[in-house]
C-alpha cells in the first residue's frame, strides 16, 4: 500500500497544522533531545515528562538538582536536563539528604523505583522521612524489578508471577507486598505522602498538581514530601503497555489505592 | 567499600577516618594496623587507590583532617586517615589549626543547579560503555601518577644507620624508643616512617637499601606494608618483619629482640 | 467543541498505543509505516481531534505536541 516504509527525516512530524491554532501541548524544555530508553509504555518516561514539566512551569530548572537512583531509572540524569547525581543502590535519599543540607534554598528530590526505595534502600527511607528532610521523594512501584530481568520485588503482588516467583508470590514464603507509603504516614516528619497513578490522562494532570504542591512545600520547608506512582512494567509482566492498564486497575490498585495518604494539617 | 568505590568513580573529594580495630569480624577494639591491605591496595572493585595519611600522633591526626580535604579536593579522590584503636583514644597536646584554614569553594563540576550558559552537570559512577569506563580508567591512572609527587615519610637517626627499621602511625613511635635502645647498646639503628602510605616512598627506601645491612618492617598486623618494603628495596637488602595482630602491641624491647637476633645471624653469615 | 490537531514524532514513538486508548475521539491509530527503530508510529486518522492534549499527557515519549484554533473570544480581540 505504501511505496516507502521508512521515515526520512524531515517527515517525522506527520499532520500539517493550521498557522492560526496555538500550540497547547510540547515536549518541556527541561528535557534533553535525548529518546528515552525505556521500553514502550513504560511509566518511567511518563514521570519524567511530568515532572519536567513541572519544573519548566515553575521556572525552577536552575534552582533543582535531582538524584537518579539504581534500576530502569539509573540514566534518568541523560534526559533530565537540571544538575543530577547518580546514587549508590538504595541510597538516594542519603544522597539527596547530603545535597539539601549543603543546599538548603535549592529543590532537591530524589527519584527511586520499589527495588531501590523499598528494598535495599528501606533504611535510608525510612531514616531520611523520619528526619523530616526538606525534600521531594519521588518513588515508582511497578511491583517488579524491572531492569533486571523481572524479579519478585518487595511490592509484588500476592500471587504475582515473577522470574523469580515462577508459580506466584506466597506470603507464606516471602511475605506480603509491602505498603511503604501508608508507613511513612506514621513518621512525624512526613509532611505529603500520596499515591498516584500515570496510565490515564487525569491521573496525569493529578500527579502533576501533586508535584506543585510538593516544591511548593519544600520552599515552605514544611518536611518531606513522598509521592508514590503506580506505574507499569509491560516487559517484566509480559504484557502489551495497553493491556498493563487493566492490570493495574484490577490488581495493582485494590493494594494500592490511589489517593492522598498524608496531608498538611491546617 | 561499594560506596567508596561509588564517591572514587564519581572523582568526589572526601575524607574517612579508619581507626583500625583487630578483626576481622566484628574482632576486638584494640588497636591494630591490619587494614593496610584494605587501604592501599583496594578492597573494593575496580582500579583505584585512596591517598592514605598515615598520622603517628594527636597533632598529626588533627593536622591530617585540613591536608586530608585539601589533598582531596585538589585530586577529586577520596583520602583516607588510616589511624588505630590506641591513636584514637589518646590523650596528647595538641595545637589546633586555626578555623577557616580550609578555602570554600564551589568547584564547576558541582551540582548547584543547572545555569543557563553552561551544560548541565552531572556526578556519577556509571559508565556503561566499556570503551568510556577505559577512558575514565586512563583518567584515573593519569590522576594517580600526579598524586606521587604527594609522597610524604619521616627519617629518625638514618645518615649513619646501619640498620633501618620501617614502621607507620602506632608502630613508629614504639620504633623510635627502640632506636634509642639500640644505640644505647652501640647499634647503628634507624627509622623510616612512611607518613602517606599511598603514595608509598618507594624511591627513598630503595636509596637507603644501598647504605643500610637489613631491614626490619615493625606492624600491628601479620606483615602488609613489608611487601611493599620488599618492592622498594628490589633484592638488595634483606627485609624482615615482626609483627602482632588482634589488637596486640609490640613492645620496644620485643622489637630490640628481634632486631638483635636478626643482626646476629647475618653476622654470623659474614664471619 | 473546539477544533485541534497534534504532531507526532514518529522518530521517536514507541507504538505503546497509549495515546490510542486515552484519546476521546478515536482519532488515532497506529501507522501502516516503521520509523527506523523497527516501531509503528502513532499518526491521526481523522479531522475529529479536538486538543484536548490526553494523548500527550499519557504519551512516554513526550513525542506529541498538541494544537487548538484559538478561542473565539480570543479572535474577537485580535
Keep these: 500500500m505504501n511505496e516507502k516504509l521508512y521515515l526520512e527525516d524531515e517527515e517525522n512530524l506527520g499532520t500539517q497544522v493550521d498557522e492560526s491554532y496555538d500550540q497547547v ?117 511497578n511491583g517488579i524489578y524491572g531492569m533486571t530481568g523481572g524479579q519478585m520485588a518487595p511490592t509484588s503482588l500476592i500471587g504475582q508471577v515473577t522470574s523469580t516467583s515462577p508459580y506466584g508470590r506466597e506470603a507464606a514464603q516471602v511475605g506480603n507486598p509491602i505498603k511503604i507509603a501508608d508507613m511513612l504516614c506514621l513518621l512525624p516528619g512526613a509532611y505529603y505522602v500520596t499515591r498516584q497513578i500515570v496510565h490515564n490522562p487525569n491521573g496525569v ?39 498493563t492498564i487493566k492490570y493495574i486497575e484490577e490488581q495493582m490498585l485494590p493494594m494500592y489505592p490511589v489517593g492522598d495518604l498524608k496531608v498538611p494539617q491546617n | 567499600m561499594l560506596i567508596l568505590v561509588t564517591l572514587l568513580a564519581a572523582q568526589l573529594p572526601c575524607l574517612i577516618a579508619n581507626v583500625v580495630r583487630g578483626g576481622p569480624g566484628l574482632g576486638t577494639i584494640q588497636p591494630s594496623q591490619g587494614d593496610y591491605f584494605q587501604a592501599t591496595k583496594g578492597g573494593g572493585h575496580g582500579d583505584y587507590h585512596l591517598i592514605v595519611l598515615a598520622p603517628s600522633s594527636v597533632q598529626e591526626m588533627a593536622d591530617f583532617v585540613f ?27 595538641v595545637i589546633l589549626p586555626e578555623e577557616g584554614s ?137 627485609v624482615h618483619f615482626i609483627g602482632r595482630m588482634g589488637g596486640m602491641i609490640l613492645s620496644p624491647e620485643d622489637i630490640l629482640h628481634k632486631l638483635e637476633s636478626v643482626h646476629e645471624s647475618h653476622n654470623a653469615v659474614n664471619v | 467543541m473546539a477544533k485541534g490537531t497534534i504532531k507526532v514524532d514518529g522518530k521517536i514513538c514507541k507504538g505503546c498505543e497509549l495515546c490510542i486508548v486515552a ?44 494544537y487548538r484554533e484559538p478561542k473565539p473570544a480570543k479572535k474577537v480581540q485580535a
Design chain 1, 205 to 243: 494532570r493529578k500527579l502533576k498538581k501533586a508535584l506543585i504542591k510538593s516544591f511548593e512545600y519544600q520552599k515552605q520547608k514544611k518536611g518531606t514530601c513522598f509521592i508514590e506512582v503506580v506505574s507499569n512494567c509491560p516487559s517484566g509482566w509480559k504484557m502489551t503497555p495497553v493491556e
Design chain 2, 102 to 238: 580550609l578555602p570554600k569553594t564551589t568547584p564547576a563540576w558541582a551540582t548547584t543547579g543547572k545555569k543557563k550558559e553552561r551544560e548541565h552537570n552531572v556526578i556519577t559512577s556509571l559508565f556503561i560503555q566499556p570503551e568510556e569506563m577505559e577512558q575514565v580508567n586512563l583518567r584515573l591512572q593519569e590522576k594517580y601518577k600526579a598524586i606521587q609527587s604527594e609522597v610524604r615519610y619521616e627519617e629518625i637517626q638514618t645518615e649513619d644507620a646501619e640498620i633501618l627499621l620501617v614502621a607507620f602511625g602506632l608502630s613508629s613511635r614504639i620504633c623510635q624508643k627502640t632506636v634509642d635502645l639500640a644505640r644505647e647498646k652501640g647499634i647503628k639503628v634507624g627509622l623510616l616512617r612512611p607518613i602517606t602510605v599511598y603514595p608509598y616512598p618507594y624511591a627513598r627506601l630503595n636509596e637507603l637499601a644501598s647504605q643500610v645491612e637489613f631491614m626490619l618492617t615493625v606492624e600491628m598486623n601479620a606483615g602488609q606494608m613489608v611487601e611493599d618494603v620488599r618492592l622498594a628495596v628490589e633484592g638488595k637488602v634483606p
Design chain 1, 25 to 141: 501541548y510540547c515536549r518541556p524544555s527541561t528535557l534533553t533531545d535525548v529518546p528515552f530508553h525505556y521500553c514502550p509504555g513504560c511509566g518511567h518516561s511518563v514521570v519524567h515528562k511530568v515532572l519536567m514539566e513541572v519544573i519548566d512551569e515553575l521556572g525552577i530548572q536552575e534552582e533543582t538538582i535531582g538524584v537518579a537512583p539504581v534500576g530502569c531509572s539509573v540514566f534518568a540524569y541523560q534526559y533530565m536536563n537540571i544538575d543530577m547525581q547518580e546514587a549508590a543502590h538504595g541510597r538516594a535519599s542519603a544522597v539527596a539528604t547530603g545535597v539539601k543540607r549543603v543546599l538548603p534554598d535549592k529543590y532537591v528530590f530524589s527519584y527511586q523505583g520499589d527495588g531501590d526505595l523499598a528494598a535495599i534502600g528501606t533504611a535510608e527511607t525510612i531514616h531520611t522521612v523520619n528526619r523530616g528532610e526538606n525534600i521531594l521523594m519521588l518513588f515508582i512501584n
Design chain 3, 23 to 66: 484519546c476521546p475521539q478515536d482519532a488515532l491509530a497506529l501507522s501502516m509505516n516503521f520509523n527506523d527503530k523497527g516501531y509503528r508510529f502513532a499518526e491521526l486518522i481523522n479531522d475529529a481531534c479536538t486538543g484536548c492534549t490526553n494523548c500527550a499527557l499519557v504519551c512516554p515519549e513526550a513525542a506529541i505536541k498538541v
Design chain 2, 67 to 93: 591536608d586530608g580535604f585539601r589533598l582531596a579536593e585538589k585530586y577529586r579522590n577520596p583520602v583516607m586517615i588510616l589511624s588505630d584503636g590506641a591513636l584514637g583514644q589518646m590523650m596528647e597536646k
